[in-house]
């Protein structure tokens, strides 16, 4: 008998209420919003609006001008890192974890060689990264000087060549809260006045990803980086840790000391932004989302907000604004029982307490959406 069959057995509810307690959405902390973002590892931030919105669910006290503050202090930047998505990190984070994909950006580049034909993959970093270092570049300004030496390549491949070779932040104004500004670009090192760590070991963020994802198996954290090998890391880590196995016998790793709650354990709904790393940060995702509502926060590459429930997926959510009034519309996937509801509404004001600048707000229920 191996090791792994004899070792505990965690359900579905019970990795629901260790991941909810990691991830901040079981209680609201009291961390700052730097804090928060380290301790996460993180916030996926396709669009501006979704880190605000992850750590208005999370945070005790949270005020979004705080994290707009740090990103204009260059304390916190927006990257392409895990998955090869925007994310929102700390500037040591940046530094670290850029390097540690970097192998996979550059295997992203296999699929449009084709539109790279000719092309001089170090030469075109050597250029992109004197254009953007010599003032922060939209990617319509790299495309067009990068087509002036290479005429008959592919333009997108062109810009993905220099986003994948080199680790481009977004500028300021770009993510603050309440700010406009397009997608404008220079290097990390540039914009944070110091250069990346080597390309690490993964086993320090092995132990962040369990701190903040965990219990987990290694299919899960290669699906939130993005990366493949890890079995190796896991290893070398393995007298430091615990294992666990999940109902379908899949062998699961934790931090000795992590929170583990009562399966039973009260979750309080919780209204999360599209892309929310809660949901995208596992091979199974049955901790969160059940068999019932599975693919139901996404069509096609969109993602819908998404409402939480007793800890697990049950419905998607949307805001209308004006200067006037703000409308949040709540569309279940099955029937809410009234104390659910109130709950929900109670969330609601208090997420548009803190993000809404409209006069007055009105929290509605939509029609339940079946599958």
Known sequence: MTKTSTAPVLSARALNRATLDRQLLLRRADLSATDAVEHLVGLQAQNVKPPYYALAARLEGFDPEELSAVMGAREVVRIVTMRSTIHTHTADDCLILRPLVQAARERELYGFRKGLVGVDLDRLAVISRELVEAEPRTMKQLREALLAEWPDADPLALTVAARCRLPLVQVTPRGMWGRSGQVTLTTAEHWLGRPAAPVPAPDDTVLRYLAAFGPASVKDMQTWAGLTRLREAFERLRPRLITFRDENGVELFDLPDAPRPDPDTPAPPRLLPEFDNLLLSHADRSRVVPAAHKGRSWQGNQAYRTLLVDGFLRGVWRL????????????????????????????????????????????????????
Do not use: C, H, K, N
């Not at 996937?333 to 709950?343: A, H, I, K, N, V």
């Open 320 to 371: 209308e604004e004006s200067r006037d009034r703000a409308v949040l519309t709540v569309e279940p996937f099955d029937p809410l029982t009234e104390g659910e509801r109130d709950q929900i509404v109670e969330e609601g004001q208090r997420m548009l307490s803190v993000l809404s600048t409209a006069a007055s707000y009105d929290i509605r229920f939509g029609t339940v959406v079946r599958a």
